[in-house]
């Protein structure tokens, strides 16, 4: 089979790899891997050459924390606590989703992350399977994980493993290996001990990581310490389940002992700024966590309590609000945000032999940025300030994931947009009159 080749010239190409060193230079991707970059490439025998000049070239930016059906949710219940917004809202919706339901909310959340610039994305829910044909379809990469919740109960326990060792089996590695699968143990408070200790157990034994919520509230430390006598991080840490292969979200109310214990374990973390702000569950001591060397990620939480998916606006407010918080304004610097959103995503994800950078032998994630905008106007020398203090996800241009061209000139060029809007609102109503029905 013949090579398909895609030549990007003349890109000031921003690698967080290399002390984010700017320069313009030209890329050829050959199927799905980058294979050479250098000041000039020969554009005979290439099949696609795209003229990146005053655009932007870095990774696709990963997400490492969302609930990508949730966005048939945005804007539902707004202006509330999360355990109102939970209890209340959330989940009397969910008693209704099938995996119809689930897909096209995937479809739809695909749209907005290819459209921002995100090509991977690491999700936590029900009806996974179905996501799975979705990320599939529309050409992403993606880290699935099944939402286990047990609350102590035996039977339901059993299910919940089921399901994700089913999700495991049927998608780890499908759509050219862009699918990966995790365990996905809600959180200590809604996971019994029987139920995490299984979890690592088999994590281990069938070498797969996993996706955690942890102490995302005041309310979550405080019924910990009643119930436990321990914090959250102290209480999984004193039943063996952390791992340099947990990738844990939230993490807003830490001790200086948990930080110790992150560190200890070589945890990685998913900071959701804008859902935390949102929910008024309090701000992330990230600036600290980076000061400790701990891999600190970037996820948006699903887009009903953000309201939206896009990376780039998540990475601004991550490092405007530590330094607002801190009272620095030198902490989480643009260059580190950047990094949060790539290179830290594939690490936390255990995806940094192929993502995260842009690099010769590496899968070509790529995103280019138009910088010929209003809000990027004048350019500055520093890209990586341009991009998390101007930017914003309409400011993408072109997005690449395993080589494959999924939009370019800001249209997609892989899902039928409007047929997914229509669907999605369609949907939505739907679901609304099913929980009516039921109350």
Not at 258 to 269: A, G, H, Q, R, T
Request: charged share 25%; with cysteine.
């Amino acid at each position: 089979m013949e090579d398909n080749t895609i030549l990007i010239k003349n890109a000031l190409i921003l690698n967080p790899n290399d002390n984010f060193e700017n320069k313009e230079q030209s890329l050829l991707i050959k199927n799905d891997i980058i294979s050479e970059i250098s000041d000039e490439i020969d554009e005979a025998n290439v099949d696609k050459v795209i003229d990146a000049s005053g655009k932007i070239l870095l990774p696709g930016f990963i997400n490492t924390h969302t609930h990508l059906s949730m966005a048939l949710f945005r804007g539902l219940a707004d202006d509330l606590s999360l355990d109102s917004w939970l209890n209340d809202h959330i989940w009397p919706m969910e008693a209704n989703l099938n995996g119809e339901y689930c897909y096209i909310g995937a479809l739809l959340g695909a749209v907005e992350l290819i459209k921002s610039g995100t090509t991977t994305f690491s999700d936590m829910y029900f009806y996974m399977e179905d996501v799975a044909r979705a990320v599939d379809e529309a050409g992403i990469r993606a880290v699935l994980s099944y939402g286990m919740i047990d609350f102590g109960d035996a039977e339901k326990r059993e299910n919940e493993f089921k399901e994700n060792l089913s999700l495991f089996e049927n998608c780890n590695g499908m759509a050219n290996g862009r699918i990966k699968v995790f365990f996905g143990p809600h959180s200590p408070y809604t996971a019994s001990e029987e139920l995490l200790i299984k979890v690592r157990e088999l994590a281990d034994k069938y070498n797969m990581g996993i996706h955690i919520h942890v102490s995302e509230t005041e309310k979550e430390i405080n019924d910990s310490l009643d119930e436990k006598g321990l914090r959250p991080f102290e209480y999984l840490d004193k039943i063996g389940f952390l791992g340099p292969d947990v990738v844990a979200a939230h993490c807003v109310w830490l001790s200086d002992e948990e930080i110790e214990i992150i560190k200890k374990n070589n945890v990685k973390v998913s900071h959701n700024p804008c859902s935390n702000m949102k929910l008024a569950s309090g701000v992330s001591p990230v600036s600290k966590l980076i000061e400790s060397d701990i891999c600190v990620s970037i996820g948006t939480d699903g887009a009903s309590s953000n309201n939206n998916l896009d990376l780039i606006e998540e990475l601004k407010t991550a490092s405007l609000l530590q330094k607002v918080s801190t009272l620095d304004p030198k902490v989480l610097s643009s260059d580190e945000a950047i990094a949060m959103g790539t290179v830290k995503g594939a690490e936390a994800l255990g995806l940094d032999d192929e993502i995260g950078s842009i690099e010769v032998g590496k899968k070509a994630d790529i995103i280019l940025i138009d910088t010929n905008s209003a809000n990027m106007v004048p350019n500055s020398s520093n890209l990586s300030s341009n991009i998390i203090y101007s930017a914003n996800g309409s400011n993408v241009d072109t997005t690449i994931c395993d080589g494959k061209i999924l939009m370019e000139n800001k249209k997609l060029v892989v899902l039928d947009e409007q047929e997914i809007y229509d669907k999605a609102r369609k949907a939505i109503e739907e679901l609304k009159e099913l929980k009516e029905a039921s109350i």
